[in-house]
């Protein structure tokens, strides 16, 4: 287009000597690309991810940024519609924690009241029995969830043979309920995962919590190359990852930005991404930290949809601190799974009924087992 416009510029330039003209010519095409396209403008990124068809994994900091730094209103509805485009926004998937073991655990996450470092009143247990999950999964069947979830509070799975079989017995018998299943169990290599596979696990969650670089101000015994290690081991399993952060830990806009980052450039983004509120737990070291706002939920779920337009998007650990208004704007915004039920592993979870009654006045409806992100045919409502 500019080798034209010069040629026509040339035909206006008749007095003008020959070679000077087609001078002109040569420094049009041969001139540098505008600034737009070398340093695009935040809308311009903000449109192209609105327009994306497939998830990409070569985001930049900066583009992210971009897209978090957005004012609020018309982040969320541009999320809304990337949402709209490869999910049914009507469909929430709905989700049951268990905690199979409690307390007890080598770590010092700062937030987690399962640390036998701090003195939260939480009492350690043994592991708990298959029959007794497999009972408490036909519960969580029965009230609707599709997605049962066990976690199990020690650091790794090394020299727990035992406990290994134990829970490759309970995925087997969740996974016999037409149900998925997910579990967290610390780090795993891949031969555990492998095993983990091969008894039918659907997911494993393995959080990375925050950015790279605020880290280590909130865990020191697992480094974050170590989280990602797992992540690896799973993937290379062929087990889906589910993989997310906490709000609220202390950290700035840029750590939520490099958390999205993080996930975003692995070789293909997690399957779920648990979007956590900190619940201040006694006794811990962010204890007494105060809540993040909602509009630092909100804008982090909006920015993960436009920058994981596949995954799914979880609202997880505090939401019980959400009014259901807010949470319809989680919904909006590109939210669409949750955990219900009787609890967490530690904390207060909305229940079934409270969920049930939420949905059928909101026009929502439960995903079902295996309902996996497609490209939708975009609508307007």
């Not at 583009?63 to 519609?81: C, K, V």
Request: net charge positive.
């Amino acid at each position: 287009m500019r080798v034209q416009l010069s040629l026509r510029g040339l035909a206006r330039l008749r007095t003008q000597p020959l070679q000077r003209a087609l001078s002109a010519v040569a420094v049009a095409v041969d001139a540098p690309a505008p600034r737009a396209v070398l340093n695009p403008s935040p809308c311009s990124i903000l449109r192209g991810a609105v327009g994306a068809t497939e998830p990409r994994n070569d985001w930049t900091k900066e583009e992210i940024a971009a897209i978090y730094d957005t004012p609020l209103m018309r982040l969320t509805f541009a999320a809304g519609t990337i949402h709209r485009r490869f999910h049914n926004p009507s469909s929430i998937q709905m989700c049951t924690l268990m905690n199979i073991k409690t307390g007890g655990c080598s770590e010092d996450c700062s937030y987690c009241a399962q640390s036998s470092r701090y003195n939260t009143g939480l009492k350690p247990t043994r592991m708990v029995t298959v029959d007794s999950v497999l009972d408490a999964a036909r519960i969580a069947k029965e009230n609707g969830s599709t997605r049962f979830c066990m976690g199990a509070a020690w650091r790794d799975m090394r020299g727990r043979k035992t406990n290994l079989k134990n829970v490759k017995e309970m995925v087997n018998g969740v996974r016999e309920m037409g149900m998925e299943v997910c579990v967290t169990l610390g780090m795993i290599d891949r031969s555990q995962a492998e095993e983990l596979k091969e008894a039918g696990l659907t997911a494993y969650n393995h959080n990375v919590d925050t950015s790279r670089e605020f880290y280590p101000s909130v865990i020191t015994t697992r480094t974050y190359d170590e989280r990602l290690e797992t992540l690896k081991n799973v993937r290379d399993a062929g087990i889906n990852v589910c993989s997310g952060g906490i709000l609220g830990l202390g950290e700035k806009p840029q750590d939520r930005i490099g958390l999205i980052h993080t996930v975003s450039t692995l070789p293909s983004h997690p399957e779920s991404f648990p979007v956590n509120t900190l619940v201040p737990i006694k006794g811990t070291p962010l204890g007494d930290t105060p809540p993040v706002t909602f509009d630092v939920t909100l804008r982090t779920i909006a920015t993960a949809r436009l920058v994981l337009p596949h995954t799914i998007i979880r609202l997880a650990a505090g939401r019980t601190t959400l009014s259901e208004e807010q949470q319809m704007l989680c919904f909006l915004a590109g939210a669409n799974a949750v955990f219900t039920g009787e609890r967490m592993l530690t904390t207060a979870c909305n229940g079934w009924d409270e969920d049930r009654e939420m949905f059928e006045k909101w026009g929502l409806v439960p995903m079902k087992s295996f309902e996996r992100a497609e490209l939708k045919e975009e609508v307007g409502f």
